[in-house]
């Protein structure tokens, strides 16, 4: 087995619509942790789909057969690699803003935090804010993730931090998405809001409040 990982081959794999190939190729590599495959091959793997779409060397079908290739992997993966944690009775909700589409890194985040046993609700793509807001002042989760893709939304974005702030008992809102590697999102978010760029900065803040908790619970 080999622990060099070429995410043009699984891309390719992606863009065939081949799910076998990409799954045989996931697991013919040298075992790793479920964090490790998503940042370490799957990300950058979506990462060079993206570059062909920007660059016009794929078409949006490809791009989106690629998308649905990779979504059957990650929860294939998930449901391979996902035991059955010890629950910390902690909520978290995770959803895209109205008009993006891109769900693939927050459906990996939502697959880590049930793996640090948090209790989770996986919304996908475009949720409207109203719609967010009711199902969250009814479950009172601690935290909400958001995810950003389009800087046009960014406005959005802080909506819907500012109306989440407004509920009874306010989440901790956690944004993500492929912005935050290339703008500064403070302007748009609250004091209180973490901005996080990759699946690793989330494992460390999950590490974080793992700690913290225990801590708490101690005293």
């Known amino acids: 087995m080999t622990n060099v990982y070429c995410p043009k081959e699984l891309a390719g794999y992606f ?17 790793l942790t479920l964090l490790d495959t998503y940042h ?3 990300t950058p793997a979506m990462q060079h789909i993206g570059y062909l779409w920007e660059t016009n060397e794929i078409s949006v ?3 989106h057969l690629a998308t ?16 059955s944690p010890e629950k910390n009775n902690r909520k978290a909700m995770f959803l895209c803003l109205e008009g993006e589409q891109h769900y693939i890194g927050l459906k990996m985040v939502n ?5 640090m046993g948090w209790d989770t ?17 009814a479950w009172q989760p601690a935290v909400v993730g958001l995810s950003v893709s389009i800087v046009y939304h960014l406005p959005k974005l802080k909506e819907y931090i500012e109306e989440l702030s407004k509920l009874p008992n306010p989440p901790v809102v956690i944004v993500g998405g492929r912005l935050t590697e290339k703008y500064d999102l403070k ?12 699946l690793k900065e989330m494992r460390e803040w999950l590490n974080y409040e793992q700690t913290k908790s225990k801590q708490d619970a101690a005293l």
């Open 15 to 31: 863009l065939e619509g081949n799910t076998v190939k990409a799954w045989k190729y996931i697991n013919e590599q040298e075992k």
């Open 40 to 42: 370490a091959m799957i």
């Open 61 to 63: 079908a490809d791009e």
């Open 68 to 83: 649905v290739t990779c979504d059957y992997v990650v929860s294939r993966l998930a449901h391979a690699r996902l035991a």
């Open 111 to 115: 697959s880590l935090f049930e793996e």
């Open 121 to 137: 609700k996986y919304y996908g793509a475009n949720l409207p804010v109203e719609y967010i807001l009711k199902t969250a002042e």
């Open 187 to 198: 302007p748009y978010c609250s004091e209180n809001t973490i901005i996080l760029k990759d």
